[in-house]
Each structure stands twice: as C-alpha cells, then as structure tokens.
C-alpha cells in the first residue's frame, strides 16, 4: 500500500491514452454518428417532401381528369351541335336544290312545250294549207294567203 | 493458499508485485546490501523499504493493458466506422460514446471539444481496470505463481497509487483549464476573492479555496480505491471460504459488483466532467 513512481507512471499513462483518444478514436466516430445522423434526418425529410410531392400530384391529377372531363363533355356537345347544324345545312341545301331542280324541270318543260306548240303551230298551217289546196284543189297562192294563215295559228 | 495462514493468505493478495530501489544498508537474505539497488521485492518488508523509488509492476502492466485494450478496439471500430448501417461493435462502441456525449452535453456548459474523448477515455480505462476485478481473486495470481511471479495483484484501482494518478491527471487538467479560461490573474482571484469577496479576507479564501480545489483529486482517488479494495478484501475473504461453500457469497458479490464496478467508473468521469465544468466557469 505504498505511495511511490506507480502514480507517476499511471498519470503519465492517463495523459497519453486521453491523447491517443482525443486524436484517433474520438473524431471518426463522433464523425459517423453525426453523418448518419443526417442522413436520417435528410431522409425523413425527403419522404415528407415525397409525400408532399405524392399529394400535390394526386391534386394535380384529379384537377386535370376533372378538366378532361370537361373538355370532352364541351367538345362532345359542340360536335353535336355542329353536326346538327351540318344535317340541318345539309336539309336546307338538299331543299334548295331540289327546288331549283324543279324549277330547272319546270322552266325546261315549259320551253319543250312551247317549242312543240310553236312546230304545231307550224305544222298546223302547212297542213291547213294542204288541206285547203285539196279542197279548192286549186293551188293557192301560199304567199297571198300565208298573212292569213300565220293570223289563223297564232289564234291556235 | 496451501499451507499459509488466513492472515498470510490476504497479505499475499493485497502486495503488490513491486520493482524498486533497495536503499544502501538494507538487509537482505542475512547480507548487507553495499550500494543502493534496484531489484525486484521479494517481500512485503522490502517492498515498504523501496519507499516511493518503486514501481507496481502488476499495476502498471494491467492498467497499460486495459488501457491498450481499449485503445485498439475503439481505434479499430474508428477507423472502419461508417455512417451506414454500423455492425454490432460498432453498435456497443457508439452506445458507449454516445452515453458520454450525452453526458457531456448535459453537465458540461463551455464550449471544449476535448471534454468528451476526456469522460470517454475515462469511463472506459476505468471501467476495464475495475472489470479485472470480475476474474476470481486466485486465477491469476497463480498462473503467475506457476511462472515464477510471487506477487501480483491484478486490479490497478485497487491500487491507490493508480486511483492518485489517475486523479492527479485530471487535477492538472483542471489546473490547465482554469488558467486557460481565466487567465493566471483570474484564476488567482478566483482562489482570493471569493467566497468572501474583500481585500481583507483574501487570506481566508485562499485557504479555504486552495483546500476546496486539493479536496477534488483527493475525493476521486480515494472514493475509487476504496471501493475497489473493500470489494477486493471481500473476495480475498470468501476465496478462504471451503470451496464448496464459496458461490453462496461470491455469486450475490459478484453480481452486486458488476453494478459497483460499472458505477465507480460512471461515478469517476461524471466527477471528472464536472471539476473541468468548473474550470472553466467564469465566476
């Protein structure tokens, strides 16, 4: 139980083992835990910010399908109403058309039925000529009478 | 313990292998020593004769041990420390630093880097010293006996030359600390002027400091050593128990001492950590 060197020796190896601590062993460790420690923290960070970016997205998402939506109900309407329109254009044209054909026909058949009462006309004097010419059996003088006869079809 | 006495037997346990300077004049195996020598004891009265040129062999060498021990292992798990998944090593190592860290942060208030490897390095050396403890008080000693050692006494704290050394480092550390932060001027004032702060006293607060100050070391050798040897005398005394009735007493010590041995270390680095605190508190 004596007092002697022993002290010495065990401050002296109390200073140089806190100095081989302080150097080698306490850095490197401190220096992982705080690394890891952040590496937690910024990975609880990034999943809330995922989380985040997951809710926004899904906000995103139904705003736009609810758009889409929207658009395709207006888009769907306004192809109705031009289809509409284009049936009802298509009628109005198809009438207009028939009716001008009618028309057309119309003005055709007066002229082929002028054309044929004006050849009537003309055959009816020729021959009314000729049937006058049996009759008297004389020749007529087609020119004397022609004034005559061209007031006689016109009555026709 | 083959044919000593009890008496005998606890002398043995309690001498310390020791390497010292004989002084001229000492009598030794029926010769008179010539000249101072330095030799090995071969006694317990040649040990007290060596005086304070002596070293504990068997002190130095475990606690230079457990301290190497710790050194390597916690240098080992430093150095391929990563900040990934850590393995089950770096786990117990970085529980340990990080209980001192904690118990740093919330005793310590400057603002010292060195503070906590300080509390880490000693909690640790400590706790490994007082561990030896752990090992049953007759293996070591007679391996060795068997190698031709005739004393050895396996823990160092049990030693209060290692418990004083170990305090002595941390008072010159509180020294250090308190002239650094305060500078000699107010250290010196500190020692002066309080607590009874006038001129006239100042004789009175120096006493009553410098006593206040010595207390510290003081305080932290002897309450480590006392209880590792008080603890070690108590297993000295069941090792001379009839075997067969030794682990009736030696398994409850033993495991009350697995509490003592890890709270003598706590206990020594929280006191170490709050004398530096103190030093480096402005008053």
Known sequence: MNINLTMIGQTIGFFIFIAFCVKYVWPPLVQAMQDRQKKIADGLAASDRANQDLELAQQRATQELREARDEAATIVEKANKRANQIVEEAKTEAREQGDRLLAQARDEIEQERQQARDALRAEVATLAIAGAEKILESSVDAKAHSEMLDKLSAEL | ?283
């Open chain 2, 1 to 283: 313990m083959a044919g000593e006495s009890p008496a005998e037997y606890i002398q043995h346990h309690l001498t310390n292998l020791t390497y010292g300077k004989l002084p001229a004049g000492f009598e030794r195996n029926g010769t008179e020593l010539q000249e101072a020598t330095w030799t090995m004891a071969q006694s317990a009265e040649e040990a007290r004769a060596m005086g304070f040129m002596a070293f504990h062999v068997d002190t130095l060498f475990m606690s230079a041990l457990t301290g190497i021990i710790f050194l390597v292992l916690f240098r080992m798990v430093a150095k391929n420390a990563t900040s990934e998944q850590p393995g089950k090593l770096q786990n117990l190592v970085e529980m340990v630093v990080e209980f001192t860290q904690d118990l740093v942060k919330n005793t310590f208030h400057g603002r010292n880097p060195m503070i906590g490897p300080i509390a880490l390095t000693v909690f640790v050396w400590v706790f490994l010293q007082n561990s030896l403890k752990l090992i049953p008080v007759d293996y070591i000693p007679a391996l060795t006996s068997a190698m031709g050692i005739e004393y050895t006494k396996i823990v160092p704290t049990t030693d209060p030359n290692a418990t004083f050394g170990m305090a002595i480092g941390v008072f010159l550390m509180v020294l250090y600390y308190s002239i650094k932060v305060k500078g000699v001027g107010g250290f010196t004032k500190e020692l002066t002027f309080s607590p009874f702060n006038h001129w006239s006293l100042s004789w009175f607060n120096l006493i009553l400091e410098t006593v206040g100050l010595l207390t510290k070391p003081f305080s932290l050798a002897l309450r480590l050593f006392g209880n590792m040897y008080a603890g070690e005398v108590i297993f000295i005394l069941i090792a001379l128990l009839p075997f067969w009735a030794q682990w009736a007493l030696q398994v409850p010590w033993l495991i009350f001492h697995i509490l003592v041995v890890t709270l003598q270390a706590f206990i020594f680095m929280v006191l170490t950590i709050v004398y530096l605190s103190m030093a480096h508190e402005e008053h």
